[in-house]
């Protein structure tokens, strides 16, 4: 594997294992690009810029305080990462859309895509089951 491409691994394996499993909202800016832009809104509040990802990820731990990522394959695509994983956690604070912390527990999917440029995370797209969240969070009739 070459130098770069394993840098690229290791650089996205810190953000799972040292921001987001770790509730490391702050550590965001050491890894993330001053321009970085969250194409799909994931982990950032705004579409760029690493201010956006820590408060984005504050936001998600005040909402599920018991946040983990556990990354399940790692896809290296040269300078961009592809890695799927599952989010699991227990909501009991506000979060963007939902109405009010329901105290459930929800495990998710999901999938995201990291562009790396000089070292740091320059662009992120990603999805999540977020549908599968809602049902299991109560807010949404199960229909499965």
């Not at 990354?71 to 994983?85: E, K, P, S, T």
Request: net charge negative; aromatic share 6%; hydrophobic share 40%.
């Amino acid at each position: 594997m070459p130098l770069e491409t394993q840098a690229n691994q290791e650089l996205v394996s810190t953000f799972f294992d040292e921001v987001i499993n770790t509730h490391r909202a702050d550590r965001a800016p050491e890894l993330l690009s001053e321009t970085v832009v969250d194409h799909n809104k994931i982990v950032l509040t705004e579409p760029e810029g690493p201010g956006a990802a820590e408060e984005g990820l504050r936001m998600l731990f005040t909402a599920f305080p018991d946040l983990c990522a556990d990354v399940r394959q790692v896809v290296d695509g040269g300078d961009c990462v592809a890695v799927r994983f599952e989010l699991s956690g227990t909501n009991t604070g506000d979060y963007r859309y939902l109405p009010a912390p329901t105290g459930r527990r929800a495990v998710w999917e999901a999938i995201g895509i990291f562009r790396v440029v000089d070292g740091k995370i320059a662009e992120i797209w990603g999805t999540a089951d977020r549908l599968g969240m809602l049902t299991q969070l109560g807010l949404l009739p199960d229909i499965g």
